[in-house]
């Protein structure tokens, strides 16, 4: 489902494998509104539809009279059909778990709604129990409650939880019992280095915890040097000195911390355009890995899926490197729209790997999109997403010095032994990841449900059993013993995308993803067809039928 774009607009091949770094010219700091703007345009034209659509579609799905649609995203195909993707009040609050799609046919005809929960939305009382300032000093009470205790294998312990912010009443309905609740972020620190913003949601009457999510996606590791090697960069002429920003995606940028925990840094720049070294000692050679990697997201996600950026607004994000001391981790924040690198240990081991960056962004994109729940399958399916495109970066900028395969985070040896974070063929060589589904899956870890996914998508690709692909082996079963044969990973990709940003929602989980991504290879390769057949079999491959 390759879209072809305008010469120019991404680098070539060529390019890549020349080894040229300085890629920058006056005229390429001041680009024109070209496609990039258009795009930008044709999609608020959308959400204004999606907008105007909000207040009929609510009285044809006879939804209650409090209850109100907010527009937050749309998905137009060639045909016409519109998927609009909307979030819900109720008397003017957020409802968490209220999301949901609508497909109208061209001519504005519903065809079918997804939803996160089916539950009617109701509640008998709008006045809370517990004060906002109690639940807010809940809350932090509930966070502060795990200091010292990892919430995941990718999270260091809690060592210290700030106050928290202000409690705002929702309803909470994620669970299929809607209710009166509070939203509150509480924020903190993490052992080794890593900001926490978690987001908690209480029951308004009761105070107890109902949810509790991390807004900091984090890939913990260690590296072992610059991993791009020569590479092309985009950069902007000012004046007489080049900044590394790239306003030919977005305007994103690297900027160099310092060895600090906060503010946005200060953007790189260079007299010479000629950046880095490749060795550590150069601290431009962490933000050129950086940069690049950004580039190679943006690059994948407009190449393969039109999109603009990780909010498909045109937009691009902020990369930072020399995050605090000795900081081993790196991880993307929605609430700064950045990309933030730790120098490892030592602070000679940058965890710069390009497959890295592709998974942290993802998070940007799955919260932008599906908004899928960071916990039970849902969690799984979100992890998933993360290391399936983190994947397809590396593939697509198909680098010699980290040639593409389908391990996770193969370069940084979080383990200490050589070995990846994580196998895509048969996740259970890590020794926690699931190969198939079981009704257990759900209360793993989500960096081991996320298995699941992780080998539905191999098995999709690649097909089953042993082969051998850029040197690498793989040999990867099924849980009923059928031999399948793969689509291919682009093929693969666009159905995963396309449920992603179509079909899904916060509430996914396993069994309505292979529905989802049935509808998806449906519509672009047809019902019955080769490839709708493969997505039916890789998924009962993993037991999800």
Not at 116 to 144: E, N, R, Y
Not at 400 to 421: F, Q, S
Request: net charge negative; proline share 3%.
């Amino acid at each position: 489902m390759k879209r072809k774009l305008a010469a120019g607009a991404v680098l070539s091949a060529t390019a890549l494998l020349a080894g040229v770094i300085q890629v920058s010219t006056a005229a390429q700091a001041a680009p024109t509104p070209s496609a990039q703007a258009q795009a930008a345009q044709q999609r608020e034209a959308v959400l204004a539809v999606a907008k105007g659509q909000a207040d009929p579609l609510a009285k044809a799905l006879a939804l209650g009279g409090q209850e109100k649609l907010v527009a937050k995203d749309a998905v137009v195909d060639a045909d016409g059909t519109r998927h609009l993707r909307f979030e819900r009040t109720y008397a003017g609050l957020p409802v968490l778990g209220g999301d949901l799609v609508v497909h109208q046919a061209a001519g504005g005809s519903v065809k079918a709604v997804d939803k996160a929960v089916t539950a009617q939305i109701s509640v008998p009382s709008l006045t809370p129990k517990i004060p906002a300032d109690q639940a807010a000093a809940q809350a932090s009470g509930a966070v502060q409650s795990t200091v010292g205790i990892a919430a995941d294998k990718d999270e260091s312990p809690l060592t210290e939880v700030r106050q928290a912010g202000a409690a705002q009443l929702v309803v909470w309905a994620a669970d299929g019992n809607p209710r009166l609740a509070y939203r509150t972020t509480v924020e903190g620190v993490r052992a080794d280095g890593t900001p926490s913003s978690q987001l908690l949601v209480t029951d308004a009457a009761s105070g107890q915890v109902l949810s509790s999510h991390e807004q900091v996606q984090t890939a913990t590791g260690t590296g072992n040097g610059v991993f791009v090697g020569n590479v092309p960069l985009t950069t902007t002429l000012s004046g007489s000195t080049y900044q590394l920003k790239d306003a030919s995606r977005g305007g994103q940028s690297t900027s160099d911390l310092k060895g600090r925990t906060s503010g946005s840094g200060t953007l790189y720049t260079d007299a010479d355009n000629k950046w880095g070294t490749g060795t550590v000692s150069s601290g431009q050679s962490a933000a050129v890995d950086a940069q690049f990697g950004a580039a190679a997201t943006w690059d994948y996600y407009k190449n393969s899926f039109g999109r603009l950026g990780i909010k498909n607004n045109g937009v691009g994000a902020t990369s930072r490197v020399h995050y605090g001391k000795n900081y081993v981790n790196a991880f993307w924040n929605d609430s700064c729209f950045c990309m933030t690198y730790g120098d490892g240990a030592s602070n000679t081991h940058p965890l710069t790997e390009i497959d890295v960056a592709g998974h942290e962004m993802t998070h940007g994109v799955t919260s932008a999109t599906a908004g899928l729940n960071y916990s039970g399958e849902s969690g799984g399916l979100n992890e998933a997403t993360s290391d399936i495109f983190g994947t397809m970066v590396e593939f697509s900028a198909n680098l010699p010095t980290d040639v593409p395969d389908y391990l996770i985070g193969e370069e940084i040896d979080l383990n200490g032994d050589g070995t990846p974070l994580r196998y895509m063929d048969k996740p259970s060589k890590d020794g926690g990841s699931a190969d198939s589904w079981s009704s257990s899956v759900g209360s793993l870890d989500v960096h081991y449900s996320s298995g699941v996914g992780n080998h539905f998508f191999y098995l999709l690709a690649e097909g089953s059993g042993a082969k051998t692909i850029n040197g690498v082996s793989y040999n990867s079963p099924t849980s009923n013993g059928s031999t399948l044969t793969g689509i291919g990973r682009d093929k693969a990709a666009a159905i995963w995308y396309r449920a992603l940003t179509v079909y899904w929602t916060s509430t996914t989980n396993y069994k309505a993803a292979r529905t989802g991504t049935l509808s998806a290879a449906a519509d672009l390769y047809g019902a019955g067809s080769a490839e709708y057949n493969a997505v039916a079999a890789a998924w009962s491959g993993v037991n999800v039928n």
